[in-house]
């Protein structure tokens, strides 16, 4: 089992459209985690980071669930600038190592 | 301003010779990292430094060499033993390895060999 699963899509919605992605994580002990939006041929950029009691910025929530072991994002209102892919981060423990998940493409179509 | 830089941009390179990729950051973090990524892919963890004079492998680092001499900078040596070394190369710094350290990324190199 990979350390931090995504489902790849990818998503193609309409304009205005809700659309939510999940991640999965293997380890329990695994401390902090973050969503990174990725355009086609750049380096991620933070997107948010994701906290025990979920957080929302703007149209963006994420959501964290220690007992089920993943975290999600929620963009409400997608606009076509919101097309990337976005990509699921977590900190294992303070082993010094950042685990990147494949990435979750979304496409929001006019 | 502060940030993480790498170069070049862009590299070409041919089939059996050793390249260096620079990565340097002003932001005195302690933590560099070095990612790959192939088309459609995630990151995948080649080395990571914690501290000046100590790294560590991460999941991929056959075939690469890498140095932490300094605080500012983290070079990685792509090695002829490395057989599909095409793809982009990211580098990436953080303040430290606790919680929620937000990871700041270099433009990344493309790294094409032929």
């Known amino acids: 089992r990979k350390e931090v699963e995504q489902d790849p899509g990818p998503f193609n919605v309409p304009e205005g459209a809700t659309v939510a992605f999940n991640c999965t994580y293997s380890?329990?002990?695994?401390?902090?985690f973050f969503w990174y939006r990725q355009d086609c041929r750049k380096e991620p950029k933070l997107l948010m980071s994701?906290?025990?009691s979920g957080n929302e910025d703007g149209r963006f929530t994420a959501q964290l669930n220690r007992a089920s072991q993943y975290i999600s994002l929620l963009i409400r209102d997608s606009k076509l600038s919101d097309s990337a892919t976005y990509l699921c981060?977590?900190?294992?423990?303070?082993?010094?190592?950042?685990?990147f998940g494949q990435g979750t493409t979304l496409q929001v179509k006019p | 301003d502060g940030g993480i830089t790498q170069s070049p941009k862009y590299l070409f390179r041919k089939e059996g010779q050793n390249v260096t990729l620079s990565c340097e950051q002003n932001?005195?973090?302690?933590?560099m990292y070095w990612y790959r990524q192939d088309p459609g892919q995630g990151l995948r963890l080649i080395y990571y430094?914690?501290?000046?004079?100590?790294?560590q492998k991460g999941d991929i680092a056959e075939g690469y060499s890498v140095s932490r001499e300094k605080k500012e900078s983290f070079p990685l040596t792509v090695t002829s033993a490395q057989k599909n070394p095409t793809a982009f190369y990211l580098c990436?710094?953080?303040?430290?390895?606790?919680?929620?350290?937000?990871?700041?990324f270099g433009q990344g190199t493309r790294l094409t060999v032929v």
């Open positions: 430094s914690q501290i000046v004079n100590d790294f």
């Open positions: 990436a710094s953080t303040w430290e390895t606790g919680t929620n350290t937000e990871a700041f």
């Open positions: 932001l005195n973090h302690d933590a």
């Open positions: 994701v906290y025990s």
């Open positions: 380890n329990s002990a695994s401390q902090s």
């Open positions: 981060v977590v900190n294992p423990s303070n082993t010094g190592k950042l685990i």
